[in-house]
Nanobody, 125 residues
Framework: QLQLVESGGGLVQPGGSLRLSCLAS????????IGWFRQAPGKEREGVAC????????NYADSVKGRFTISRDNAENTAYLRMNSLKPEDTAVYYC??????????????????WGQGTQVTVSS
């Protein structure tokens, strides 16, 4: 069974940091580009960042540039999203997704083949 499982979400104060993980099972992430997305209550799901299969290319949404870093460890079949300087507007459910293609494009969401179930990130004092 092909599965992506996110972890690492939680409650953090503004200015704080979190690292999200995305573990793949049932398939190898080696040939997949990975994307991170988020969905806040009442809003559409939006792309946050993506990374190519070889980690040679990374793209970020303007809203997170300079604060978030996407990475991956193919040997561990895991992708990560390091989030620094968190703001209340970063509050959302965060999802990872995989597309069977080496190159990285954040959108459209429909290109992604596999999705995780999401992990909640809440930024509040």
């Amino acid at each position: 069974q092909l599965q992506l499982v996110e972890s690492g979400g939680g409650l953090v104060q503004p200015g704080g940091s979190l690292r999200l993980s995305c573990l793949a099972s049932g398939f190898s992430l080696h040939y997949y580009a990975i994307g991170w997305f988020r969905q806040a209550p009442g809003k559409e799901r939006e792309g946050v960042a993506c990374i190519s299969s070889s980690s040679g290319s990374r793209n970020y949404a303007d809203s997170v540039k300079g604060r978030f870093t996407i990475s991956r460890d193919n040997a561990e079949n895991t992708a990560y999203l390091r989030m620094n300087s968190l703001k209340p507007e970063d509050t959302a459910v965060y999802y990872c997704a995989a597309v069977a293609r080496p190159s990285c494009r954040i959108g459209p969401l429909t290109q992604y083949d596999h999705w995780g179930q999401g992990t909640q990130v809440t930024v509040s004092s």
